[in-house]
């Protein structure tokens, strides 16, 4: 089982605290010698850690924004959360002319492919009403979350393919006929907010492979954009082929809202996610059709690549969508089987420990012992985030007892104790007053 982790170490910068590990929701994240280490098939890559890292040592893998000069042809992909990046904007136009002037050869909106979902969406749930609640498969870090921890779940996560990669096709079949080369000279560049969209990239969720050829940060754009901007302002250029329902992707509920009902639950930030889900196991929200869910805070307006408060961005986005129509793009019925999955989502068992049932078994009996040893603190001294993370660190080898202070400190005196009672033996007469 291999895995493509696109949230990375900087060795160099990381001070060995421990703000890491107590924020990561799936306990991916050690500190050994001084060091962070990122357990990657742990690994959702929600960000959390980019976030919360004083030092700055937890960077997102992307692509050079120079990335554009090795294609003859380029498309951009941007992301609904773009829009909200920029003050006194008014007409998303600005921003996709703007794009097309500073060197991509044209623009595909991820928001109109959003409101092809989103129809497809309707459509599916209304169809297959018996396997509701359905949960949304937009956001790659919760659908990893949910193949590695919740494997029960899987099988009501939508199965359409998410708005970036529905975008990545139609912009190549255009690229192509308008142009008449080759694919292999056409570049698909999405405009990403997080960097959970670079690993869907490279592995992708429900397809075999992705049309998606590089994937470059908000934040990188940002700043180049706004001088484009000002030269473009006035430009009569009408491009844009989204409404409402495509831009109001970018922030939570906005997915949910697209799918005209009220039967439906939205959380954003990864801590409530694993709390939704966890009471979606218990069967707590068997009345809801559907069910929409983002690791990060606010929705994708909150990625650990864009450059806006994610409030202030959603606030943003609110009032850019006031005066559009309700969508521009339609669901075409003769493809609309392109969208479905391609193959399932498969149950990831990595928090599995042992071979078999029984060294399992033997290996949680293991567990609980050392448990009752430790103090239950879960200080992070040891490096681990709790005392159970630790006791499973140890019986599958990567760490020792006295990774906890506590046992150690408890073990030195032991031998301390010992080295006195040793001493006192080998020079019986030496604190013996004449």
Known sequence: ????????????????CINCIKRCPTQAIRVRNGKAQIIKEFCIDCGECIRICPHHAKLASYDPIDVINHYEYTVALPAPSLYAQFNNIDDVNIILRALKHMGFNDVYEVAAAAETISEASRKYIHEHMDKRPFISSACPSVV???????????????????????????????????????????????????????????????FESS?????????????????????????????VLSGKIGISWGRSGGE???????????????????????????????????????AC????????????????????????????????????SENADDLLFKHEIEYQPVFKIGGSIKESIAAMA???????????LDCGSCGAPTCHALAEDIVSGRAHER???????????QLTEQFNLLDSLNHPNQNTKN
Do not use: W
Request: aromatic fraction near 6%; hydrophobic fraction near 45%.
């Open 1 to 16: 089982m291999t895995f493509f982790n696109s949230v990375k170490l900087d060795k160099d910068k990381c001070m060995g």
């Open 144 to 206: 990893r979350l949910i193949s590695v921890r919740f494997p029960n779940l899987i099988e009501h996560i939508l199965p359409l393919a998410a708005p970036i990669d529905a975008a990545a096709e139609k912009a190549v079949k255009l690229a192509v006929e308008k142009t008449g080369l080759p694919r292999e000279k056409i570049g698909i560049i999405f405009i990403s907010p997080c960097p959970a969209k670079m690993t869907a990239v490279k592995s992708p969720l429900g």
């Open 403 to 413: 990774d906890c202070v506590h046992l150690l400190r408890g073990y030195i005196h």
């Open 211 to 239: 049309q998606i050829n590089a994937v470059i940060a908000i934040k990188e754009v940002y700043p180049i954009l706004l001088s484009h901007m000002k030269q473009v302002a006035n430009i009569d250029e009408d491009i």
């Open 297 to 332: 805070s606010g929705g994708c307006v909150g990625g650990t690549l864009t450059v806006e408060n994610p409030y202030v961005a959603k606030a943003k986005l609110d009032r850019l969508r006031k005066y559009m129509p309700v969508a521009r793009t339609h669901l075409d």
């Open 256 to 294: 949910a809202g697209g799918l005209l009902t009220d039967s439906y639950l939205a959380a954003d930030g990864i801590e409530n996610v694993i709390k939704v889900l966890e009471d979606l196991e218990d069967q707590k929200f068997a009345d809801l059709d559907f069910i929409e869910l983002n």
């Open 366 to 376: 293991k567990i609980e012992e050392l448990c009752e040893k430790f103090p239950g």
